[in-house]
């Protein structure tokens, strides 16, 4: 079977899923707000939204102008940044307030930084604003917590939390904005693709007939993660590199490929009951984190049809970034590079270029717009809008693939759900005087999972 190749030059860094400056403002005019008139259901006389970011990295910034940008919105302004860094504060200050102007409501003292500034951001804000909860997953579900208690609406980016016990809590907190009728996105932005929900349509219209195989593929350069020197606080070192650490981001896999996991499970409209898997290390590497450098997993659904999900990240190699789908009838690719919505079905079962059958029409704006564009139309108009379990519990699936390489052990969904496992139990009490959740060698090197020996569930 030969597969339309999709090289990617983007290291994984570089792909970072909100290149705010490369889309911020680029809003095309058959977005789903185009013409809507917007009516005055804020909570404040001024009909205004206040945003305040949590974490201002790309994806953070990216997320605000994706606020900004849409089109009939009503007024929509960032009034709060916070991060641990002042120096992340800083810049993104900076770029955002060149990008977007008057949008930009941030004065010093609505900058804020330290471990615990996500409370003082959040207390900016009233009934009718938004928290953007944009860190890595480490913090996502204390600060989740706060927002829902302050009866804020939530933005919150993936991967939502690096471990079983953390994501049982987002899904029991999500419960609880649902009581209080909060709106809640979860950046898997792919839902939000009109290519993708035409395709989607034809599945279960039974046009490929029954689905039997999944396949998802992100295979990109890779480098090594540098050893820390002895004068850095061991703690700061991991919060500022978190995709190297498993408790701080969920580590590269997941990053990376929970999207396509995500996707595989809409695609079945199911949970996987099992997943099995292995992966490895480059010999001989010089990378001190805690990744990987390649997975393969099998997950298994309760009819028996599977989804393999690859990913490697080593340089000098082939390069795919890709979703395929299977069905009796044809085969489909979903999804393409650095998630563009290359969406067709094949004549059959030759992924071939010249056996494409029908393709999705051309997006009216990207995937990140667009949730962003049904988050606002949501608040402005009173809509249902809770996308915390169905992402949880995708995250949940992704924890399991990465659990199964991890251990080298088959893990089902049961033990999913039983499960309560934290990497760390104190992280609603982190500061930077409190000890690493873990600890390099004498060689610099952080623990990597060893099958057979390591467990995560």
Request: glycine residues 8%; contains cysteine.
């Amino acid at each position: 079977m030969k597969r339309q190749s999709q090289s990617s030059e983007r290291t994984p860094i570089q792909s970072s899923r909100r290149e705010f400056l490369e889309f911020s403002g680029k809003v095309a005019a058959g977005s789903t707000l185009a013409g809507v008139a917007i009516p005055r259901v804020h909570a404040a006389e001024d009909n205004l939204i206040r945003l305040a970011i949590l974490g201002c990295g790309p994806r953070g910034s990216g997320a605000v102008g994706n606020a900004l940008s849409v089109p009939n919105g009503g007024p929509i302004k960032l009034y709060a940044m916070a991060d641990a860094f002042e120096d992340r504060v800083k810049a993104a200050h900076k770029a955002l307030s060149k990008e977007f102007g008057d949008g930009i409501d941030v004065p010093p003292d609505r900058q804020f930084v330290g471990l615990d500034a996500y409370k003082k951001a959040i207390d900016c804000l009233r009934p009718g604003d938004v928290a953007l909860l944009t860190t890595r997953a480490y913090p996502r579900a204390t600060h989740f917590d706060y927002a829902v208690t302050k009866g804020v609406n939530v933005f919150m980016e993936k991967s939502f939390a690096p471990d079983p016990g953390g994501l049982h809590r987002m899904i029991r907190t999500g419960e609880a904005a649902q009581k209080k009728n909060l709106k809640v996105a979860c950046g898997l932005m792919c839902r939000h693709s009109v290519a993708r929900q035409a395709l989607i349509a034809k599945i279960r219209n039974g046009e490929m007939g029954d689905i039997q195989l999944m396949r998802a593929y992100r295979l990109d350069r890779g480098g090594p993660f540098p050893a820390r020197k002895p004068d850095q606080n061991e703690l700061e070192w991991q919060i500022r590199r978190p995709v190297a650490f498993l408790w701080a981001s969920s580590g590269l896999f997941i990053e990376l490929l929970i999207h396509q996991v995500d996707e595989c499970c809409w695609i079945k409209d199911a949970w996987p009951v099992s997943a099995q898997g292995t992966g490895g290390r480059s010999p001989h590497s010089p990378d001190c984190s805690q990744n990987l450098h390649a997975y393969s997993i099998e997950y298994t659904f309760a009819d028996g049809s599977t989804a393999l999900v690859s990913n490697r990240n080593i340089s000098k190699c082939y390069n795919h970034f890709a979703t395929y789908v299977h069905g009796t009838q044809c085969a489909a690719q979903f999804s393409g590079n650095i998630h563009a919505a290359t969406v067709h079905t094949y004549k059959g079962h030759q992924v071939n270029d010249d056996q494409i059958a029908w393709k999705a029409d051309e997006e009216p704006c990207t995937p990140w717009q667009a949730e962003w564009n049904v988050l606002i139309d949501a608040i402005r108009n009173d809509k249902p809008h809770n996308e915390t379990e169905r992402a949880m519990l995708s995250n949940l699936v992704s924890v399991m693939g990465r659990a199964a390489v991890h251990s080298g052990k088959l893990i089902t969904w049961d033990e999913m759900m039983d499960s309560r496992f934290l990497f760390c139990d104190y992280v609603d009490r982190l500061s930077f005087d409190s000890p690493a959740p873990v600890h390099d060698d004498a060689d610099g090197r952080y623990p990597a999972p060893q099958p057979g020996a390591w467990t995560e569930i």
